[in-house]
Nanobody
């Protein structure tokens, strides 16, 4: 079992930045690929970014490419999502997830955090 806790969400103006963190406990963090997903009101949960177990590979949704950066620190059991040039359409609850395989599909991820709200005002 892996427990995931997100933090770092909040209210920011358009063009601003936030850094989300997700800290894991339980099984060995470095065994898992990690992903970030988001869900806006009335919409399905969508993929944002993913990172392989060792951080050597990353993958982004087209909507955030060039603005968001995913990274991880296995010594701290933490994955990060640096979000720059934020837009109102980035407003959503952001979830981190852990799974054995790296990718953009939700079923790949077995463990999920409770989410953190990001609100971008125009």
């Amino acid at each position: 079992q892996v427990q995931l806790v997100e933090s770092g969400g909040g209210l920011v103006q358009a063009g601003g930045s936030l850094r989300l963190s997700c800290t894991a406990s339980g099984r060995t963090f470095s065994n898992y690929a990690m992903g970030w997903f988001r869900q806006a009101p009335g919409k399905e949960r969508e993929f944002v970014a993913a990172i392989s177990w060792d951080g050597s590979s990353t993958y982004y949704a087209d909507s955030v490419k060039g603005r968001f950066t995913i990274s991880r620190d296995n010594a701290k059991n933490t994955v990060y999502l640096q979000m720059n040039s934020l837009k109102p359409e980035d407003t959503a609850v952001y979830y981190c997830a852990a799974g054995p395989t790296y990718g953009s599909s939700r079923p790949l991820y077995k463990y999920w955090g409770q989410g953190t709200q990001v609100t971008v005002s125009s």
